[in-house]
């Protein structure tokens, strides 16, 4: 029923690109919105000024629910996964109860970083730190251990030192953290339920993480965003991605499910006829999602969630990928590839299709994200440039990072 890696075949692309030539004329996604217009970019000032990145990370990551992960990369008791956000650096830990909670990875007795591994397992859930083996509760972030401390010392109470912990909450198999601690719930910020009905056919809760990959990216942060959020460059610079889901074809839009100031829904795309699925050769390696009928298979949901998440709902399994400001100059994404337990419970699972499918795409637009960086230096970029109609996806990221940094 299902082909196998080795009946798989090489597509012989040419036929579409010719296609797609002759199909040049018609519009993107058949069509933009009445508001759209051509309005101005970023200033080149803005990927650049180490003082409006400041800026960026004070009001926008640092007070945003972030998605940092999925709850099946830290299963057992003590397992852990760190994440760099700019200067900060996080670590995600699943306690002695189960429970998963976030911590800044500092020790609070001489400033040390506590782990410098990207993930790992502290025996029994109890974080020490490498230096002085301070040792701390994986739940609460108590102290529960200083060395050559007795206990008996008057002028230090433990209690008075306990790691600082963020927010953190779980939803639909993602863990969100928020480092804000006056921020509003995840539920409220994203509203929840009603946001998230229209993606329940995927049951992404019981989905399971089947590869990551991470990726560095010498662009700002924003330019990453930007080319997530629109189809202009498809047909330039993704041949694989527009001959499987033609950028051309009318963009199916999602209406039932509420937007708000992060959840935005980018709508689903239609599977060129003669493809059953969003990879390479467009062949069936795997059944579709259980929750999906014939029609609904035939499509890929897309989502943005500000200010850094970008979800691909395609019939077998789910990419997403989120990107991380280190400086003004780089950017990390990581990309994950969510599967049907089932699937990869079976020895000869294949999911490579799926892996090099978004693998491809993704460093095709990281090239093209590098390039425009590096350009957008030049005195000859100094006053911007513009976002046309069919950009209306990233002129409004743009006008949220500017609403959050600049007030306007």
Not at 119 to 143: E, I, P, V
Not at 276 to 285: A, F, H, L, T
Not at 332 to 340: A, E, N, S
Request: aromatic fraction near 14%.
């Amino acid at each position: 029923f299902f082909d196998t890696p080795e009946t798989a075949t090489t597509v012989d692309i040419s036929t579409f690109i010719e296609e797609e030539s002759h199909m040049a004329a018609k519009l993107l996604e058949g069509g933009y919105p009445a508001h759209a217009k051509f309005e101005n970019t970023f200033p080149q000032s803005a990927y650049f000024d180490e003082e409006y990145f400041k800026k960026e990370l004070e009001n926008i990551f640092f007070k945003s629910w972030l998605c940092a992960g999925r709850v099946e990369e830290i299963p057992n008791t003590g397992d852990f996964l760190t994440l760099n956000i700019a200067h900060e650096n996080v670590i995600i830990i699943r306690a002695q109860d189960g429970s998963i909670n976030t911590f800044y990875n500092v020790c609070r007795h001489r400033g040390s970083r506590l782990c410098e591994a990207a993930k790992g397992n502290y025996a029994k859930g109890y974080l020490t730190c490498h230096y002085h083996s301070w040792m701390y509760d994986g739940k609460t972030g108590a102290l529960v251990n200083a060395p050559n401390i007795p206990n008996e010392t008057k002028d230090f109470n433990k209690e008075d030192y306990p790691l600082k912990k963020i927010k953190t909450e779980i939803w639909d198999g993602y863990i969100w953290i928020n480092l804000d601690e006056n921020s509003p719930s995840l539920k409220e910020s994203f509203g929840l339920p009603e946001s998230w009905e229209v993606y329940k056919q995927y049951d992404m809760e019981n989905l399971k993480l089947g590869k990551k990959i991470t990726y560095n990216v010498k662009a700002n942060w924003k330019l990453v965003m930007e080319n997530a959020s629109e189809c202009y460059h498809c047909g330039n610079i993704h041949p694989e991605l527009s001959r499987t889901t033609p950028p051309t074809r009318e963009r199916l839009k999602v209406d039932e499910a509420p937007e708000t100031e992060v959840i935005k829904h980018t709508g689903a795309m239609d599977l060129r006829p003669g493809f059953d699925r969003v990879n390479i050769d467009g062949k069936v390696y795997r059944p579709p999602f259980p929750g999906l009928d014939e029609e609904e298979a035939r499509k890929i949901y897309y989502l943005h969630i500000y200010p850094h998440l970008f979800i691909g709902m395609a019939a077998d399994y789910v990419f997403m990928a989120t990107m991380f400001p280190v400086t003004p100059d780089e950017t990390i994404v990581h990309g994950y590839w969510l599967f049907d337990p089932k699937v990869l419970e079976d020895e000869n699972a294949y999911i490579d299709d799926a892996v090099e499918f978004w693998d491809v795409t993704s460093l095709q637009d990281w090239k093209a994200c590098e390039l425009t960086h590096e350009a957008n230096k030049s005195k000859a970029y100094q006053s911007g440039g513009v976002l046309t109609p069919v950009e209306w996806r990233t002129a409004a990221f743009k006008h949220f990072v500017q609403s959050k940094v600049e007030g306007k």
